[in-house]
């Protein structure tokens, strides 16, 4: 059972989210990790460039970090986060996938970056025109038109949910929904066109997007394509609480050597925070991460 209050909350179960449980229970605040651990993009890696570890499976390097984890006393609950908003008093209330209302003091953003693409007919030719990776950033502009999301994970769900209150029309493509009970509920009984073991095959269109083939022979005449694999990123989850992304390619989460963003209380690490891609790189952030976060706390109360 999960609590509804942490001092420190995490969201990522990769090796920066791991590293920066381990340092902010160790100085005895309550932890909570969220995020499904296979999802971590060294869930299927082989690391062999890890100093004091010849070489190893992603997959075990991940357990074992898990486990030193929860030997230090954080706790972990395999759900995405859906929202996050401030509080008038302080802190945050995260909103999971399952529907439960945590609330929380700091936040470290560690999820990663998404690096999914369908890799379709269309796809790249239609970026910015139709085809979009953000429902929360470019969902407004397609008021009473006919969409598609793409993907079975809660990035989907919560994006097709979302555009329910936008498009006039609203279809879902997945090959099976990787969700919780309660979400997945949630999308079958609302007025979600849902396409189960179905996938895109290509998008078409002159100028814009106007029609996407499925592989079952389907043909869905839409005006936006919106490609939403995985579980909520942190890029779309920040851009909703005022945390500043690199101004170059707005990509990644800025932010200092402390590991904070320019939002009190929120700080970030790993891939989310730009390359290299190394988990060297994500373990050192997420370690400066956790110690700064659990004092952050110490001081707040």
């Known amino acids: 059972m999960v ?8 969201l990522g179960t990769g090796p920066a989210g791991l590293q920066a449980a381990i340092h902010a229970a160790r100085r005895k605040v309550s932890v909570l990790v969220l995020g499904h651990w296979p999802k971590s993009s060294l869930f299927k890696a082989h690391v062999d460039n890890f100093c004091c570890l010849p070489s190893g499976k992603g997959e075990d390097i991940l357990l074992m970090g898990r486990d030193q984890a929860e030997k230090s006393g954080a706790h972990f609950a395999e759900e995405d986060v859906m929202e996050i908003n401030p509080l008038a008093e302080g802190g945050y209330k995260l909103k999971t996938e399952s529907g439960n209302n945590i609330k929380t003091k700091a936040l470290i953003m560690a999820m990663g970056i998404s690096r999914n693409r369908l890799g379709i007919a269309g796809e790249k030719e239609f970026v910015g025109k139709g085809v979009s990776y953000c429902v929360d950033c470019d969902g407004g502009f397609y008021k009473n038109e006919k969409v598609t999301i793409i993907g079975g994970g809660s990035a989907a769900a919560s994006g097709a949910l979302t555009m329910l209150f936008i498009a006039d029309e609203v279809h879902m493509v997945c090959r099976e929904l990787e969700v919780t009970e309660t979400l997945a509920e949630q999308i079958r009984k609302s007025e979600i066109i849902l396409h189960e073991g179905a996938w895109p095959k290509v998008i078409k269109g002159e100028n814009a997007v106007s029609q ?3 592989d079952n022979g389907e ?8 490609i939403e694999l995985g579980a909520k990123g942190a890029v779309e989850l920040a851009s909703t609480l005022g ?5 170059e390619n707005f990509q990644y989460i800025e932010t200092n050597k402390r ?15 730009g390359p290299p891609w190394q988990v060297a790189k994500a373990v050192g952030e997420g370690c400066v991460a956790g110690i700064q976060a659990a004092d952050y706390v110490k001081k707040a109360d």
Request: glycine content about 8%.
């Open 243 to 247: 945390v500043a992304l690199d101004s």
């Open 219 to 226: 043909s869905l005449l839409v005006t936006g394509v919106f």
């Open 3 to 10: 609590a509804t209050e942490y001092q420190v909350v995490i």
């Open 212 to 214: 996407l083939e499925l």
């Open 259 to 273: 590991a904070e963003t320019n939002v009190s209380g929120i700080y970030a690490a790993g891939d989310i925070t």
